[in-house]
C-alpha cells in the first residue's frame, strides 16, 4: 500500500497528523482539508513525491521549516 498515489483524509476529525502517513513515500496528493490538525510535523519532509498537500479549513498554528 506504500505505493498509494492519492489519499484523501479530509473531514475525518484529525486532531494529529497521522504519523503512518511518512511510509507513504510514492504519495503524489494528500488531502488533510477540514480535520482539527493544529501543526503539521517535519516527517512530512519524507514524502519525496508530495505534489500537492490540501491542509485548509484547520486549526493550524505552525508549519514545519521549509530548506
Known amino acids: 500500500m ?7 483524509l479530509s473531514n ?3 486532531a494529529e ?3 503512518e502517513l511518512s ?3 510514492k504519495l503524489e496528493t494528500l ?3 477540514n480535520n482539527y490538525l493544529s501543526s ?6 519524507n514524502l519525496t513525491s ?3 498537500l490540501r ?10 521549516p521549509g530548506d
Do not use: H
Request: aromatic fraction near 14%.
Open 31 to 33: 488531502d488533510l482539508s
Open 23 to 25: 511510509e507513504f513515500t
Open 50 to 52: 508530495l505534489q500537492s
Open 40 to 45: 503539521i510535523p517535519s516527517e512530512v519532509a
Open 55 to 64: 491542509i485548509g479549513y484547520n486549526r493550524l498554528t505552525s508549519l514545519p
Open 12 to 14: 475525518n476529525k484529525f
Open 2 to 8: 506504500t505505493g498509494l498515489a492519492y489519499l484523501n
Open 17 to 19: 497528523f497521522p504519523s
